[in-house]
């Protein structure tokens, strides 16, 4: 009995880790989570754009005479 509660309180931050991706899973949650992330990159990327309009230009300019 030992040996369990040892292991049980050595890796119990696994085992809520692993309880917590499973209701994940379960609940179809990451569905959520990605759209969440997609969201916030596209802000940030929009953000970006919008502070460096001029450098953007010149680099995409660049790469389309590089195609």
């Known amino acids: 009995m030992d040996g369990f509660k040892n292991f049980i309180t050595e890796y119990r ?3 809520i880790g692993g309880i917590i991706a499973l ?3 379960l609940t179809r949650l990451y569905e959520l989570i990605i759209g969440i992330i997609l969201i916030a990159i596209g802000i940030f990327i929009g953000n970006y754009v919008q502070r460096n309009k ?3 230009k010149e680099k ?3 790469f389309i005479d590089r195609m």
Do not use: E, Q, S, W
């Open 54 to 56: 001029y450098d953007v």
């Open 23 to 25: 209701i994940i899973l």
């Open 13 to 15: 931050g696994a085992i």
């Open 60 to 62: 995409l300019k660049n």
